[in-house]
């Protein structure tokens, strides 16, 4: 079992189900008698402790934070026109959340972008703007972290970048 390690203490991960985490360290646990290696993720956000099994972290879709090319994807998708259907809010909103679960930072701007309202359109129900408010905050944690800023500052950004399109 000489299989080299992805993760380790202090690197930041994307897991899909809940963003942006950082790697507290890899621990090794006795579970059930049996030795398992587990990775010890934090999401300050969620104030939230993940032990992820190495041999699971691949299929549980846990990755490494985007590469600044999918990262640069991504924005040019937010600053694209919106392509909202005209079907019923809860498929739509049933889609949006598979995006923003997803993890793909691609997927989850499409989301914030077709979500986005600009001041001179109708306002949203307060069920879009929790699934934009969702959309928004994990795609600006990656970027944060991708660009060493912080969220709040990361946010304003991408916002900012909506306005201009």
């Given at each position: 079992m000489a299989k080299k390690l992805e993760f380790s203490a202090g690197d930041f991960v994307v897991y899909p189900t809940h963003?942006?985490?950082?790697?507290?360290?890899?621990?090794?646990?006795?579970?059930?008698?049996?030795?398992?290696?587990?990775?010890?993720?934090?999401?300050?956000?969620?104030?939230?402790?993940?032990?992820?099994?190495?041999?699971?972290?691949?299929?549980?879709?846990?990755?490494?934070?985007?590469?600044?090319?999918?990262?640069?994807?991504?924005?040019?998708?937010?600053?694209?026109?919106?392509?909202?259907?005209?079907?019923?809010?809860?498929?739509?909103?049933?889609?949006?959340?598979?995006?923003?679960?997803?993890?793909?930072?691609?997927?989850?701007?499409?989301?914030?972008?077709?979500?986005?309202r600009a001041d001179d359109q109708p306002e949203q129900s307060y069920s879009e703007r929790q699934m934009y408010q969702a959309?928004?905050?994990?795609?600006?944690?990656?970027?944060?972290?991708?660009?060493?800023?912080?969220?709040?500052?990361?946010?304003?950004?991408?916002?900012?970048?909506?306005?201009?399109?």
């Open positions: 963003g942006v985490g950082r790697v507290l360290e890899v621990e090794q646990q006795d579970i059930s008698g049996f030795k398992v290696e587990l990775i010890v993720i934090k999401f300050e956000h969620d104030r939230m402790i993940l032990r992820v099994p190495v041999e699971k972290a691949h299929k549980s879709g846990l990755r490494k934070l985007s590469s600044k090319k999918i990262m640069e994807s991504a924005l040019t998708t937010l600053k694209g026109r919106s392509r909202a259907k005209r079907t019923m809010w809860s498929r739509r909103a049933q889609e949006y959340e598979a995006k923003i679960n997803s993890g793909d930072p691609v997927s989850i701007a499409e989301v914030v972008r077709d979500l986005h959309a928004l905050d994990r795609l600006a944690r990656e970027f944060a972290a991708l660009e060493q800023i912080d969220e709040a500052a990361a946010a304003e950004r991408l916002e900012s970048m909506l306005k201009a399109a």
